[in-house]
């Protein structure tokens, strides 16, 4: 399923668990790891000295070379390393590109980001622009195995959230991973700013359970079996707790969804998954 994992790698706890991550993965199942290292002059304080720089690029291809050399020994392995001059974002996606990478693994934030209510700039701009899906990691993990076998799966009928189930039910054939598909019923009264009525409310859950039965449809057609769960509330907050209820080792979501925000930037509901769920976050191109 993913053979060629890109690694966007800047030495920080976030990145060496998304390196983890990946190379689990490839231990488990094949592939390659390509180990991506950005260095911004803009950034580092280089100014404009080429020595500078150079110095630089040499150190990264060192750490790069040491990292990778570990991977292949921890793991088992194929690791190639890149230390590149540029823009972070746009150097992952060019060389995800160039290399057919089909994942990108990176962490929720970089080296030099906060932990903070909002997602790292450069993991943000690579899931909204990325060829390939990402799966973004939030810390290391001791009890990993490469592989994961309880998915929780945010489904509303969008095509995004389509194309989420469909990876999903491709996890669970390689690893028979069980899948629970949650749909969260927003808040009528933050919507409309007023009270539901019963009638409301039931029509509101008639319309939730259509949702969720074309999901169990879906994943029928391939055949996977899956759970349904129906909440109201927060939608990002009550997938993160229905993951946790269930101690899922991964969430898997549509790039956009939920009202199908299309633009630069990524809707509320799938910034708040990626910052705040406590296992790794898959995002579906």
């Not at 199942?29 to 991506?36: E, M, P, Q, S």
């Not at 070379?65 to 150097?91: R, V």
């Not at 509320?268 to 910052?275: A, P």
Request: hydrophobic share 40%; glycine share 8%.
């Amino acid at each position: 399923m993913y053979k060629n994992i890109l690694v966007a790698f800047d030495d920080s706890e976030f990145s060496k668990a998304a390196l983890k991550e990946a190379s689990l993965w490839v231990m488990k199942h094949g592939g390659k790891v390509i180990l991506v290292h950005a260095v911004n002059p803009n950034r580092e304080g280089f100014g404009i000295s080429k020595t500078n720089l150079k110095g630089h690029l040499e150190k990264a291809k060192k750490l790069c070379d040491k990292t990778g050399e570990a991977a292949k020994s921890d793991f088992g392995i194929d690791i190639e390393s890149l230390a590149i001059e540029g823009e972070p974002s746009d150097i992952i996606l060019d060389i995800a590109r160039e290399k057919k990478a089909d994942l990108i693994s990176m962490g929720t934030y970089g080296k030099r980001s906060l932990k903070r209510l909002i997602l790292g700039s450069v993991t943000s701009h690579v899931v909204v622009n990325s060829p390939c899906d990402v799966l973004v990691v939030k810390k290391y993990c001791s009890e990993c195995i490469g592989r994961y076998d309880s998915i929780t799966l945010p489904f509303d009928g969008s095509e995004f959230s389509k194309k989420a189930l469909n990876r999903a039910c491709q996890l669970s054939k390689i690893d028979n991973a069980g899948i629970t598909a949650v749909y969260v019923i927003p808040r009528y009264e933050e919507m409309v700013e007023f009270f539901m009525t019963d009638l409301i409310k039931e029509s509101l859950m008639k319309e939730s359970r259509k949702i969720m039965d074309a999901a169990v449809k879906i994943a029928e057609e391939q055949g996977v079996s899956i759970k349904t769960e129906i909440f109201e509330g927060h939608v990002g907050d009550k997938i993160i707790e229905a993951s946790d209820k269930h101690k899922n080792n991964l969430i898997v979501i549509g790039t956009y969804g939920w009202r199908g925000i299309n633009k630069a930037i990524m809707g509320s509901t799938s910034e708040r998954i990626l910052i705040n769920a406590t296992c790794p976050v898959l995002v579906v191109r």
